[in-house]
């Protein structure tokens, strides 16, 4: 019962950190988003980062969901379903798209390659396998 709950503890943390920046927060932002030549290469927008948000808070609902059984979460349940979607959202992100993001990532150097190398991508690879785990119980 320690993954789920960590798992769900993560998510709701990271969820937490989106909706503030959308509030207007920029503790953390310049190390949260990709860097190509000193300039970002995208700003996000408040609707998008309230999505991000609210599709975090949405894992640590199938986490709690999943990992504790709850409302006949059985193997091929929605639940069992939706842990394994979100195990490959993470695990994708893990790999990244092979320029910005991710262990495969060309544009390194910058803040945010700094820190998706050494926390973002692992997180997103130990939020990955966690998914994949509670869903094979």
Known sequence: MIV???LASALTLLAG???YWAAGGTWGMRQAVPEVNGRR???PSRPATVAVGLALAGAACVAILRGFRLFSSFPGSPAHWAAIVMGSAFFLRAL???KLVGFFKRVRGTPFATWDTWLFSPLCLLLSLAFFLIAAS
Do not use: K, Q, S, Y
């Open 96 to 98: 990244g798209e092979f």
């Open 4 to 6: 789920p709950a960590l």
């Open 17 to 19: 950190l989106h909706f």
């Open 41 to 43: 290469a995208f700003t």
